[in-house]
């Protein structure tokens, strides 16, 4: 199994930055694909950001500009950097992974959820 722990989120104002990190532990995994999601109240989780084992990127149009994902794969760890933050980013917000734990097929690996709030 693959355990990811989160941290970083907290209250900011609009306009200000977070910095999200999430690193996996385990035994004998091999994590491919990682990405950050996010749930807003009364709504569906959706995609903000994932990044290969290559380091290719893809956002979601709302956060383009604004947010930037990397990883350290010595490390396990993928971060979400928050620049210019809206109120409508507010969210909780939870990393996946992507990875095999002694199989040739990945699964997929979720955070506990960080609470990220933007104050207008």
């Known amino acids: 199994q693959v355990q990811l722990v989160e941290s970083g989120g907290g209250l900011v104002q609009t306009g200000g930055s977070l910095r999200l990190s999430c690193a996996a532990s385990g035994s004998r995994f091999t994590i491919y694909a990682m990405g950050w999601y996010r749930q807003a109240p009364g709504k569906q989780r959706e995609l903000v950001a994932t990044?290969?084992?290559?380091?290719?990127?893809n956002y979601a149009d709302s956060v383009k500009g604004r947010f930037t994902i990397s990883r350290d794969n010595a490390k396990n760890t993928v971060y979400l950097q928050m620049n210019s933050l809206k109120p409508e980013d507010t969210a909780v917000y939870y990393c996946?992974?992507?990875?095999?734990?002694?199989?040739?097929?990945?699964?997929?690996?979720w955070g506990q959820g960080t609470q990220v709030t933007v104050s207008s």
């Open positions: 990044i290969t084992r290559g380091r290719s990127t």
């Open positions: 996946n992974m992507m990875a095999t734990t002694g199989t040739s097929v990945p699964s997929g690996f």
